[in-house]
């Protein structure tokens, strides 16, 4: 069983060791737990401008249900947070299914593209 919660300072230390990182991870961060193992997370970027959701890592092969779980979580987090809306980018080079899958669920909507990233928006 899969537990989601918000990351303590261990998971923090073991996401850093366990997945490789090209940012420093923000507040809020949603874990996904198994085993008493950090599987996958759900950060948030740290910037003034904008709420921005991001990085979403999972280390498993199958990660559909992971990456719904954190979804849901972050979302929930969010809206207790008062949070209303907030945004997130995904690689067109790298995950075009994730992009398909992102773009057919209807929650989000493209808000534009910078380079190789289409940026999405999600209201709470």
Known sequence: MTEYRIATQDDRIEIHENFKLDTTLGFPVVV???N???IGF???QNRDDAVVAGPLEINL???AFVCIGLIEAYDNLM???GIKVYWFHVDKK???AWLQQVQATGLYTKIGEDGELL???RRL
């Open 61 to 63: 092969k199958i990660k």
């Open 119 to 121: 940026w999405f928006e």
């Open 32 to 34: 996904a737990v198994r």
């Open 36 to 38: 008493d193992k950090v």
């Open 94 to 96: 790298v995950a075009p």
């Open 79 to 81: 809206r207790n947070l």
């Open 42 to 44: 759900l950060s948030t």
